[in-house]
């Protein structure tokens, strides 16, 4: 099926009915370095092809830096609004750590202090949960 076919199909299927559809994007940097930062322009002239339908897009980046790399046009068609969240410390580290074990773990398998020692080296290394 050509290119054009698909793309036509994918907006009569979009705009079948008046509603707000968001693209979550998640690591949006990494799709960007694969794809190249067209799709990002091409996502955002959706909206002007619509009649019933409004294109809303989140991009989630670990890289905060991503922004700068792109196309000006793109990044000016995006009307981005940027919200950092700054790492996690050892006591959120600590909840959400204790919340895997609980669903990873039977109950008595993690000693007492190790999600308390392992909260603090992680908060005081990178703050990032998943290497907690």
Do not use: W
């Amino acid at each position: 099926m050509p290119t054009d076919e698909i793309y036509r199909r994918f907006i009569n299927i979009l705009d079948k009915e008046k509603r707000v559809v968001i693209f979550v994007l998640d690591e949006i940097d990494q799709l960007v370095k694969k794809a190249g930062d067209e799709i990002l322009y091409n996502l955002t002239r959706l909206n002007s092809e619509l009649k019933n339908t409004t294109i809303s897009i989140v991009g989630i980046s670990n890289d905060l830096l991503f922004t700068d790399n792109i196309d000006p046009r793109v990044k000016s068609s995006l009307s981005e609004e940027e919200l950092v969240f700054p790492p996690y410390n050892a006591i959120q580290l600590q909840d959400i750590l204790r919340q895997r074990a609980m669903n990873a773990f039977r109950e008595g398998i993690v000693g007492e202090g190790v999600i308390e020692k392992c909260a603090a080296y992680a908060a005081r290394e990178h703050g990032d949960a998943r290497r907690a």
